[in-house]
């Protein structure tokens, strides 16, 4: 699959069969993962993939509810074969390569969640070229996340995701026009 053919055809999914996912088929997306740019390479992820159902239960409760509505991704979390928890070591990601180790830029202490997004897309564009779906979760108990998975200090979970074969085939969502996004020259400049 061409690149801008899973830009444009991925969408989140949020509705999975309990089919298995071939393990050749995981190490490749996984791969492409670990091949995604970081800052000064420093490749601050670091993916925890789980399999277990009770641990994969105990992640959707860690995920926040909407006005009394639940959260049809902690169903997802459940039913999917497999979930993937994106996490970023800190201190690394953003950081000068001299002692007293300090941020280089006004962004230096949060830069892992760049590093750790430009590998989770790159793991859910891979995904969708093998028929899988995704859906990137933000919404749940980051710190509760790590004591289900054991993350060590200095160490964070930053995203989970669900990965499966899809149930559903969700449309397209709206995005804004070009015009609206884009400014040349100085911001507004059109």
Known sequence: MEVKAAILGRRSIRKYKPDPVDEKILNQVLEAARQAPSWANTQCWRLVVVKDQEIKSRLADTM????????????AMKIAPIAVAFCAELGKSGYSFREPREPVTDKGEFWFMFDVALAMENFCLSAYSFGLGTVIIGAFDAQKAAD???VPSGCVVVALTPLGYPDESPAARPRKDISEIVFFNQFGSR
């Open 148 to 150: 289900v998975l054991k």
């Open 64 to 75: 926040f509810t909407f006005a009394g509505r639940g959260n049809p991704t902690a169903e």
